[in-house]
């Protein structure tokens, strides 16, 4: 089975600005988090999405936004983009039982689009 | 609430060595653990997992880590390094209805030298 894919690799933007990061999930897979990367705070939980319906949201502000298509692919957002926002994004599948429920919550990450904000 | 911490930032070792990284975690409901690893401009790997059953866990590249609940710690091992070992690795935690959230631990940086 081919991994997770996002797109782009990279990307360069300017202050105000908003972007959008593509993640595909691992074929089957029905569950896909997003996590921040940044030297100061690590690895941080963005968001999860299930069957199109965001499950759990981590602690950031309302600018940052995602969503999740019928195949499973899953798109964020972040508005009025930061200086802060300079990151890694990371996107991670995962393979759920019926009922939406994982054995292990094991997840396979992407290789993650560079942001850079200037 | 879950968190974790990995003591020490940077780790160095000799080619040959033993390798060890710490990790404790605290959580609330059973804990489900991991030890990812990064590479330079690349995603994250899993190397190994506990989630139940055996309390010594084995992974992959001959990295191995034990659970032990009443330490509240899930420390990785490598009897002997090897150059391409060189790499982040990160020890995360996740479990109950914490749909989709790993925590990770700030990450330590291992650098093996000849």
């Known amino acids: 089975k081919a991994g997770v894919t996002q797109t782009p690799r990279y990307l360069i933007k300017t202050r105000g600005q908003q972007v959008t990061l593509s993640c595909s999930p691992i074929?089957?897979?029905?569950?896909v988090s997003w996590y921040q990367q940044t030297p100061g705070q690590g690895l941080q939980f963005l968001f999860e999405?299930?069957?199109?319906?965001?499950?759990n949201k981590g602690n950031f502000p309302g600018r940052f936004s995602g969503r999740q298509f019928s195949n499973s692919r899953s798109e964020m957002n972040v508005s009025t983009l930061e200086l802060g926002d300079s990151a890694l994004y990371l996107c991670?599948?995962?393979?759920?039982?019926?009922?939406?429920?994982?054995?292990?919550?094991?997840?396979?990450f992407g290789p993650g689009t560079r942001l850079t904000v200037l | 609430a879950q968190s974790v911490t990995q003591l020490g930032s940077h780790v160095s070792v000799s080619e040959g060595a033993l390798v060890l990284l710490r990790c404790n975690y605290s959580?609330?409901?059973?804990?489900?653990l991991f030890w990812y690893v990064q590479y330079p401009n690349q995603g994250l790997q899993l190397l190994l997992k506990?989630?139940?059953?055996?309390?010594l866990v084995k992974g992959i590249n001959g990295f191995e880590a034990e659970f032990k609940k009443s330490e509240t710690s899930f420390h990785l091992t490598k009897p002997s390094a090897h150059m391409s070992d060189a790499a982040e690795y990160f020890c995360?935690?996740?479990?109950?209805?914490?749909?989709?959230?790993?925590?990770f631990g700030q990450g330590t940086i291992l650098t093996v030298h000849p």
């Open positions: 991670a599948s995962s393979d759920l039982l019926a009922g939406g429920r994982s054995p292990n919550n094991e997840q396979f």
């Open positions: 074929s089957g897979h029905r569950s």
């Open positions: 959580s609330s409901v059973p804990p489900y």
């Open positions: 506990y989630t139940t059953g055996a309390t």
């Open positions: 999405y299930f069957s199109e319906t965001q499950r």
């Open positions: 995360a935690v996740s479990g109950g209805t914490s749909y989709g959230k790993l925590t």
